[in-house]
Each structure stands twice: as structure tokens, then as C-alpha cells.
């Protein structure tokens, strides 16, 4: 499937996309993404952020960020453990938004839930594949995420975040088994709790 701009026609102007990148992840922030594209200078090639190779992004960003406006969210790991993911992404959403330069007149939004404002919005199932504006923001959200990990990973070379970007692959569950969890890791979310578990347990005994 390829993203259009029919979703952003005959409606209320500007319009602007959201996603998000990092629900999954054991360890890192949750980011969001807001793009109101500029319908006269929209960077050719702009599709799902998970379609798309690393340099592949790393363009379009860079293409996004002179042509668009852009508003980029976050919520950290604190944020998470204590709202759960759902609603950190929720917050990420809205910070996202409240930093474009200006107020849009329609939010659209990837996935079937919006956040809890009074913002005119609609959701998109497969929004990132359809529509032009969220598949923009689903590359800043991921490149911005991304580059906030190799920063991390170079704190903490242990877990693999260099290329697993937080994911729980089994380098990083092993790696967390073995060293325990950092600040960086999501607490609430049941690896990181089991080896938390089982290493207060290796104390105890």
C-alpha cells in the first residue's frame, strides 16, 4: 500500500499526522511525532517508517525537517511505569502536537484511539500506510527514538540498544537477566519485572 494525500483533501486546514514510535520496548522513551506537510514540497518516497531502510529515513527526515513543520513528544520511562504505555503514548501524542507552530485544524492519527483533548481528530488503522502526513510523522518519531538509543547504548553497552533499540530480543533479555535493569527500563513491563524478581531473589538467597 501506498500513502496518499487524499486524507488531508477537502477538510478543515492545516492538517497534521501523528504516530509514534516505541510502544514495545523494555527500555527508552515512548516519542511522537506531529507533521503538517507542505502539499507543494512533500519529500517523494514517504511511506510506513517500517518499510523504509535506516538511510532511508535518516533522508526523509532530513528532507521532513526543512519542508515540514513538525512538532516532536515524548514520555519517559517514569511516565510510563506510572500511566502504563497506552496512556504515555497517549501524552507523548499531545505533547507532540502542542509543538508544532501552529494549531492544526484536524489531527490525524494512526491506530484506533485518540488522546483525551478537545482537538478535532480522526483515527487511521494502518493510518502510517495510508495516509501521507502520519507516514511523515511515523519517520520522525522513529528516527528521533533511534537516535536517542545509540545515545543510550553508548551509557550502556551491555544490552544491545545499538541495534535492538530496546527491543526484549534475547541478547537483550540475556543481557538483562545477567546485569539487571537500568534506569532506562521499563519497570511495569514483565521481563524487566521478572529479572528485577529474580535477582532479588539470587540476593535473598
Known sequence: MIPTYDEERGGPHPVCGVDEAGRG??????VAA?????????????ADSKMLTAG????????????AEVGIGEASVAEID???????????????????????????????????????????????????????ASIIAKV?????????????????????????TPQHKAALARHGATEHHRRSFAPVRMALDAAANSAAC
Open 56 to 67: 532511508k529515513r535518516e533522508s526523509l527526515f532530513d528532507k521532513l525537517m526543512e519542508t
Open 144 to 168: 528521533t527514538r533511534d537516535r536517542q538509543m545509540q545515545i543510550l547504548a553508548a551509557a550502556h553497552p551491555l544490552y544491545g540498544w545499538c541495534s535492538n533499540q530496546g527491543y526484549g
Open 82 to 136: 506510572d500511566i502504563n504505555i497506552l496512556w504515555a503514548t497517549m501524552l507523548a501524542m499531545e505533547r507532540a502536537v502542542t509543538a508544532l507552530p501552529r494549531v492544526p485544524a484536524m489531527v490525524l492519527i494512526d491506530g484506533n484511539r485518540t488522546p483525551r483533548w478537545n482537538r478535532p481528530s480522526r483515527t487511521l488503522v494502518k493510518g502510517d500506510a495510508r495516509c501521507l502526513s502520519i507516514a511523515a
Open 34 to 46: 506531529a507533521v503538517i506537510l507542505n502539499p507543494d514540497a512533500i519529500p517523494p518516497g514517504l
Open 25 to 30: 520496548p523494555l527500555a527508552g522513551p515512548v
